[in-house]
């Protein structure tokens, strides 16, 4: 039965919500209060959610999307690859935290969205209200019960107590956000699958309400789940945050299963590169507690590791590629992503604020090159 035009974009704006609710927006804005203090969430939501947004409104209709798709698929299908290893990493790390067999819940339950809940857009759409609704519900649970939830006093801080180191980020973040959502070929999909301006709709309604919320909920659980990942974790773990960990899960895994199942209706990926994707949740699982050299563990490490990619790499490819009609030549793209990753790594990794400045500096290098003279 044909769902009518109100339905079908509402539908989408909570898939929209929950695909693009990764292990990014649930855990980023924890590393960024640690790194930046007071500001850094905003600057993150205003990024964030003005740069998914923009796509429904750049990317206008299906015709357009596909024909971005047709030209860009290796770079669509590798960050989707990427993006899904993310998750199953951040899944293992979750994981790590939660009594043995209680972290077999929402794995169960991402085990029947996969079997039986993603299959068609129908499915998706009720799939994803489903998580949603969850995660809305261990929101207002925490806030409910956690002695540390302080979310009008916390959010007003970001206001009120605002840190001018906090905007070093925001090169890296707007250049990410503005450009990312591009390859994202779940993005493409509600584009693809709207008619009219419907897709316009469910952007316009997905990001700045139903995804903005979720973001709401890591501002406020910020500073226990700093010290649950971040930190060495012993005794008992209170039951509001477990359910915590159950949204960190689920809505990682939910990004994972659609962005498997795109891949899959698209015929951009093997399912043997499905399956390689899975493999670091063993990594964060067995050595990610590790601690290095620099003050942090493997498993953040590897978490600003995979956020160079989306801070750097991938926009990059949008910027000198994909919106280019002169592509920058191979070799010298390479050489100005590889020196913005040099100038991004060292505050990154060391989290250093000597070096905060060279966040601003990363970005240039590759916007100036967008405008440098090629040759044909």
Not at 82 to 102: D, N
Request: aromatic share 14%; glycine share 6%.
């Amino acid at each position: 039965m044909h769902k009518p035009a109100v339905a079908q974009r509402l539908g989408w704006a909570f898939y929209l919500a929950a695909s693009w609710t990764w292990c990014i927006g649930m855990f980023l804005p924890v590393i960024l209060h640690k790194d930046f203090n007071n500001g850094a969430w905003l600057i993150f939501w205003l990024c964030n959610v003005s740069g998914a947004t923009a796509f429904g409104f750049v990317i206008a209709n299906a015709e357009r999307s596909r024909a971005f798709v047709d030209a860009n698929q290796k770079a669509c299908a590798l960050f989707s690859l990427v993006t899904m290893a993310f998750q199953a990493f951040f899944i293992g790390w979750a994981m790590t935290r939660m009594p043995g067999w209680l972290a077999a819940a929402p794995l169960l339950a991402l085990l029947a969205l996969w079997l039986g809940g993603s299959k068609d857009n129908a499915g998706l759409q009720t799939s994803a209200a489903a998580v949603w609704v969850l995660s809305i519900a261990a929101f207002a649970v925490y806030l409910l019960v956690s002695p540390q939830a302080q979310l009008v006093d916390t959010l007003m801080a970001e206001f009120s107590e605002f840190h001018p180191a906090s905007l070093y980020a925001l090169p890296i973040l707007l250049f990410g956000f503005l450009l990312c959502p591009y390859l994202d070929i779940t993005f493409h999909q509600v584009m693809q699958s709207s008619e009219g301006q419907g897709g316009r709709w469910s952007f316009a309604l997905g990001f700045p309400l139903f995804f903005g919320v979720m973001l709401v909920f890591a501002l406020a659980y910020r500073d226990e789940v700093a010290a649950l990942l971040l930190g060495q974790t012993a005794g008992a773990l209170a039951n509001y945050l477990k359910g915590v960990l159950t949204f960190l899960i689920l809505q990682a895994g939910f990004t994972w299963i659609v962005h498997a199942r795109r891949l899959q209706a698209s015929s951009l990926a093997s399912s043997p590169w499905l399956l390689a994707v899975t493999l670091p949740v063993l990594v964060s699982i067995l050595i990610g507690d590790i601690a290095l050299p620099f003050g942090i563990t493997i498993n953040e490490a590897l978490y600003r590791c995979f956020m160079a990619f989306y801070g750097i790499v991938a926009p990059a490819y949008v910027l000198l590629v994909a919106f280019n009609r002169q592509p920058v030549q191979k070799a010298i793209g390479i050489i100005a992503v590889l020196l913005a990753l040099a100038l991004l790594s060292v505050p990154m990794l060391l989290q250093s604020h000597q070096y905060l400045y060279l966040y601003a500096l990363a970005v240039p290098v590759i916007v100036l090159l967008r405008f440098l003279p090629t040759r044909r």
